[in-house]
């Protein structure tokens, strides 16, 4: 068990800048230009040149590789450069190095990007196809035999178990697929705007694995999303008010494999992010009732709700109750489920938009945010506040 006080890194770095492309279906460009129009988008966007950039982050999944990001640019000499696994696991985490960086000297703006096209291309959600031996895939050869060849079917185990524990039906996890589609309708940026649900339009839709329907799951999106991190004293110099990082996780649990952790002692629970959160309160000094958007990642319905168990905000068994209620705005932008899967990247931004009160979905007042990356594996998270 990870046991440690509070770090020193909240409050030292901020998010400057944030840039996207459009997110479709097919964008009709490679993944590289896509994340060049992203990075160059969060650059204008802090007023800053492509010359300013000394440091570069992204995931190990992403296919444009930093030197060849930051030639397509313009940038000139980097000091530092990083990659973090772990799929969606990796959104917060590279906000997070990018803040390291910057805290200890090492670059003074480190821009984060990911892109891909992930409908038109390689389409994570259709599976395992082709593996090569490594140490890491045997957990998954425990699993391929059964029929468990997708993400939905993975996330389906620790579903059924979820509801079997606490009593529920499937429709637990309508309020979820509900709210991120009503934020999602009245952002034109989402790829499901105007287009808002119901409760019984989820309890309708078809099964994909159950107790998992279609509207439990994210979308398949092509486009690209880049972030500017660089000191808060800089930040606060240009021309957006700064998102100041008060706190910066990552965390991996006990038994941890990658969304096929199904021999822990319960499955009803993300423990990965438990460890995430300690370290967020500890760090940023907040607790639940501190926080005034929540941007929870929602690749799978069910993870929503074991996450605002996991952080605190209601006891074991409550979410499905808690979120129906609204206590908590969640995913104004519309999440990955409507406006855009992005890797989690979307939601930071979104965190970013809420604290400058530009979000299309404005919550009045909100001056701290959460942001949680990809659940089901080894994961990261980021509380965001307004500067002062």
């Given amino acids: 068990m990870s046991v440690r006080g509070r770090d020193s890194l909240g409050g030292r770095a901020a998010i400057a800048g944030i840039g996207a492309t459009e997110f479709s279906k097919d964008s009709g460009r490679s993944e590289l230009r896509l994340a060049v129009e992203a990075v160059r988008a969060a650059l204008d966007d802090a007023g800053l040149r492509p010359t300013d950039v000394d440091g570069l982050v992204t995931f ?31 959104a917060c985490a590279t906000v997070q190095q990018a803040a390291l960086a910057v805290a200890t000297g ?4 480190v821009v984060c990007y990911r892109a891909f096209n992930e409908r038109s291309g390689r389409r994570f959600g259709s599976g395992v196809r082709h593996r090569e031996p490594t140490a890491e895939g045997a957990a998954l050869g425990w699993s391929l035999p059964y029929g468990l060849l997708t993400p939905a079917s993975w996330v389906a185990m620790a579903a059924q178990r979820y509801l079997y524990a606490y009593g529920l039906t499937p429709e637990a996890f309508g309020p979820v697929a509900v709210t991120a589609r009503r934020y999602a309708a009245a952002n034109p940026a989402a790829y499901f705007h105007g287009r808002p649900i119901t409760l019984a339009d989820h309890a309708a839709s078809r099964w994909i694995a159950e107790p998992l329907r279609l509207l439990d799951c994210c979308q398949e999106t092509d486009g690209g999303q880049a972030l500017v991190v660089t000191s808060v004293e800089r930040a606060r110099d240009l021309p957006r008010p700064p998102a100041v990082i008060a706190a910066a996780a990552q965390g991996a649990g006990r038994a941890q494999e990658q969304m096929t952790s199904f021999y822990r002692d319960d499955l009803t629970g993300l423990p990965e992010m438990g460890v995430v959160a300690r370290q967020l309160w500890r760090t940023s000094g907040l607790a639940p009732a501190d926080i005034d958007v929540g941007i929870l990642y929602d690749h799978f319905t069910p993870f ?36 855009a899967y992005l890797h989690g990247m979307n939601g930071i931004a979104e965190a970013v938009r809420q604290l400058r009160g530009t979000s299309v979905n404005q919550i009045p007042g909100a001056a701290r945010t959460l942001v949680t990356a990809g659940t089901g594996v080894p994961t990261s998270g980021l509380v965001l506040v307004a500067d002062g």
Avoid at 62 to 89: K, N, W
Avoid at 106 to 109: G, P, Q, S
């Fill in 304 to 339: 929503v709700l074991m996450q605002l168990e996991e952080f605190g905000f209601c006891p074991p068994g409550e979410a499905a109750a808690y979120a129906a209620e609204d206590h908590l705005p969640l995913n104004t932008h519309g999440g990955q489920l409507g406006e």
């Fill in 60 to 90: 190990t999944m992403d296919t444009s590789p930093e030197i060849t990001v930051a030639q397509a640019c313009g940038m000139g000499e980097l000091s530092f450069f990083s990659r973090v696994h772990y799929g969606g696991g990796a």
């Fill in 106 to 109: 090492v670059a003074e703006v």
